[in-house]
């Protein structure tokens, strides 16, 4: 059992920036790949990135690259994703999701959502024009 908590989210104008933060407790966190979606009113939940077990390695959407950075800090047991030059299409809310499998088999999958064992509760971001 895993307990994700998001924590972050806000108001903000395009072009700024914002820090999400993932707080995990329960079973050991280091074991998992960590990841972040998001879904906006009306659309699917998407993936937007992915960090594996110690932090080696990550992936993107196309739509963040170079925009966004995953990390994580395994020994807080919090993961973080830095979202900088913010664009109206990243309103959203966004979700923390643990994997058991690694980022290497998640990559071959695809991201999909239901692959995901965990899931917080969301954090809405909000990007005015």
């Known amino acids: 059992q895993v307990q994700l908590v998001e924590s972050g989210g806000g108001l903000v104008q395009a072009g700024g920036s914002l820090r999400l933060s993932c707080a995990a407790s329960g079973r050991t966190f280091s074991g998992y790949t960590m990841g972040w979606f998001r879904q906006a009113p009306g659309k699917e939940r998407e993936f937007v990135a992915a960090?594996?077990?110690?932090?080696?390695?990550?992936y993107y959407t196309d739509s963040v690259k170079g925009r966004f950075t995953i990390s994580r800090d395994n020994a807080k047991n919090t993961v973080y994703l830095q979202m900088n030059s913010l664009e109206p299409e990243d309103t959203a809310v966004y979700y923390c999701a643990a994997d058991h499998l690694s980022i290497a088999t998640m990559i071959l999958k695809g991201f999909p959502a239901y692959e995901y064992d965990y899931w917080g509760q969301g954090t809405q971001v909000t990007v005015s024009s």
């Open positions: 960090i594996s077990w110690s932090g080696g390695s990550t």
